[in-house]
């Protein structure tokens, strides 16, 4: 079995060096062996971060709660009720959503299709060990391409297809910023004897990096400025987009819009590595073993689903996002009074100290 350092070691003494996006790629998802095929508990207080799924069932039902005021427009004989997920790790998520849809939207529970787009067999294992209470509503695809295929979902119903911290997971490379060329080179991965290290690339990707900076921003931008780009998610949100014939597209994730990504703060680009809730220094140690993610350019997602034909209906904060769905709740019985614990849940969801600060949500829809 390889470990994702051997297969990048192998690709590096072929090609002399090869794309960060290519090393994150194997880093991240080498078969059996990548850091989210190896383990399921990554996530969490014992694990190497938080997402909002993670602090509790809150996230889930308030997304139920909108996904089920979104499909009410169906008709009442309509069959099925059609929500597909990509990126649904261990499938907690997912069934936080059943959960509730279960109970408090029974008639259209009973014609409920709830599909995952999942690649990796082993994450689909994980999912369905969780998912067990609802394996008569679960299904799988390995890819938007499958998803489009399947009888009910796209072409005849309405379809809400949605991710959370999926696009941040894409691979991405890496433009830096030489001042005194005035010109972008791309970040790559070489070897200087046994050890993973940055070399410049020539690559035509770099000119990216001047449709994005202004001159008038390029002729003060420090030296090594860092940028990343990931045509991966672009591509992704283009596919996905195209399937959805009618309904819903949304990411949570987080990010920004492309004129927030020149910032004094981000002088060296928003990748991180994290391991057991810290964040690491070296993105090159370790592969396989840490969690590699960058902050998602949301006007270039944004863009991707507009070339495809979809109207962009909500851009906005988690925290705006959440807030407006416990507004509408709050004649549901399960939202009119929350319990201490999901007070405590939402908080951490919203507040800017916390889940609040960076997460945006984008929706787009086909009518």
């Known amino acids: 079995m390889k470990m994702p350092a051997a297969a990048i070691l192998e690709e590096i003494r072929k090609n002399r060096a090869i794309s960060f996006a290519r090393f994150m790629e194997l880093a991240l998802y080498c078969p059996e062996t990548g850091y989210y ?27 139920a709660f909108q996904f089920a005021h979104w499909l009410a427009v169906a008709p009442a004989t309509a069959d099925p009720v059609v929500l597909a997920e990509a990126g649904a790790h261990d499938g907690r998520l997912a069934a936080d959503i059943l959960g509730w849809w279960q109970v408090h939207r029974p008639e259209s529970f009973a014609r409920m299709q709830y ?19 609802f ?6 695809v390995a890819n938007l391409a499958e998803l489009e295929t399947q009888p009910s979902p796209s072409h005849h119903r309405p379809l809400v297809l949605f991710c959370n911290e999926l696009l941040d997971a894409f691979p991405v490379h890496r433009l830096g910023w030489d001042a005194t060329q005035k010109t972008w080179f791309e970040w790559g991965v070489g070897l200087e004897g046994e050890t993973f290290c940055w070399q410049k690339l020539s690559s035509p990707l770099a000119a990216s990096g001047s449709v994005l900076c202004p001159p008038e921003l390029a002729a003060v931008l420090p030296d090594g400025y860092t940028l990343e780009l990931s045509p991966a998610a672009e591509q992704w949100w283009y596919r996905a987009a195209k399937v959805l014939a009618h ?3 949304v990411a949570i994730d987080y990010g920004f819009m492309a004129e927030e990504m020149f910032s004094p703060a981000r002088t060296r680009g928003t990748l991180r590595a994290y391991q057991r809730h810290q964040v690491t220094a070296d993105l090159l140690a370790q592969p396989g073993a840490q969690d590699l993610t960058a902050h998602v350019n949301f ?19 988690q925290p705006q996002f959440l807030t407006r769905i416990l507004q509408q709740a709050v004649t549901e019985p399960a939202f009119a009074r929350l319990s201490a614990t999901q007070v405590r849940q939402f908080q951490t969801l919203t507040h800017p100290e916390h889940l609040g ?7 787009q829809g086909r009518a």
């Not at 270039?300 to 034909?309: C, P």
């Not at 600060?357 to 929706?363: D, M, N, P, S, T």
């Open 135 to 140: 394996a008569s509503k679960v299904g799988w």
């Open 115 to 133: 599909i995952i787009i999942e690649p990796s067999l082993r994450r689909r294992r994980w999912q369905e060990q969780t998912l067990l209470p």
């Open 37 to 63: 095929e190896r383990k399921s508990d990554n996530v969490g207080r014992h694990g190497d971060f938080i997402t909002s799924v993670s602090t509790g069932s809150l996230f889930g039902q308030l997304l």
């Open 247 to 249: 309904g819903k597209l």
């Open 357 to 363: 600060r960076a997460f945006r949500v984008l929706v």
């Open 299 to 317: 006007t270039a997602i944004q863009k991707a689903g507009e070339a495809a034909g979809l109207k962009t209906e909500q851009w906005c904060s």
